[in-house]
T-cell receptor, first 113, second 108 residues
Framework: DSGVTQTPKHLITATGQRVTLRCSPR?????VYWYQQSLDQGLQFLIQ???????AKGNILERFSAQQFPDLHSELNLSSLELGDSALYFC????????????FGPGTRLTVL | ELKVEQNPLFLSMQEGKNYTIYCNYS?????LYWYRQDPGKSLESLFV?????AVKQEGRLMASLDTKARLSTLHITAAVHDLSATYFC????????FGAGTQVVVTP
């Protein structure tokens, strides 16, 4: 158990809908990272937040957005969902920045029907 | 853009034998990670390699880093069934860039 928690574990929804994924980092960690894992794209970095502020952006679609709250938990919002958005979404956290080791949560499996 | 290549992508191992997974990367970095992922599960950190010549060992797994060659290897000694999983290397550039993963299946 890495100490990073994610909810929900599974999410099934329809195309065009909007969902929110939640992540709580390890105690003391200030950075949160979101990743998408799919069979065709592999593990892709989406976005990083550090102490409430966006720090780095990766291959995140405009339909996706994220934020980190004052208690350091983070939410990833996915809207206008498409079939291709079906994937495992992981949250990771680290003490400070990307130079610190990242610890991964259990993931949320999103299925878009 | 940093590219990370792992090979092989699939490795069928016989119990008791030794094998190596290779991780090549395209631009300078001095920070490389190895992760293990069981099917449908999260990524578990195995090793953090921080400098040229770094070698780390845990049980039957040993990882090394050659920053000049931009190459890391994950060596598996005397494979056992419990090592069946997908192994990822990840290299730190502007972001953590993952390789495609090596799916390892260990059979008797």
């Amino acid at each position: 158990d890495s100490g990073v928690t994610q909810t929900p574990k599974h999410l099934i929804t329809a195309t065009g809908q909007r969902v929110t994924l939640r992540c709580s980092p390890r105690s003391g960690d200030l950075s949160v990272y979101w990743y998408q894992q799919s069979l065709d794209q592999g593990l892709q970095f989406l976005i990083q937040y550090y102490n409430g502020e966006e720090r780095a952006k990766g291959n995140i679609l405009e339909r996706f957005s994220a934020q980190q709250f004052p208690d350091l938990h983070s939410e990833l919002n996915l809207s206008s969902l498409e079939l291709g958005d079906s994937a495992l979404y992981f949250c990771a956290s680290s003490y400070r920045d990307r130079y610190n080791e990242q610890f991964f949560g259990p993931g949320t499996r999103l299925t878009v029907l | 853009e940093l590219k990370v290549e792992q090979n092989p992508l699939f490795l069928s191992m016989q119990e008791g034998k030794n094998y190596t997974i290779y991780c090549n990367y395209s631009t300078t970095s001095d920070r490389l990670y190895w992760y293990r992922q069981d099917p449908g599960k999260s990524l578990e950190s195995l090793f953090v390699l921080l400098s040229n010549g770094a070698v780390k060992q845990e049980g039957r797994l040993m990882a090394s880093l050659d920053t000049k060659a931009r190459l890391s290897t994950l060596h598996i000694t005397a494979a056992v069934h419990d090592l069946s999983a997908t192994y990822f290397c990840a290299v730190l550039g502007g972001k953590l860039q993952f390789g495609a993963g090596t799916q390892v299946v260990v059979t008797p």
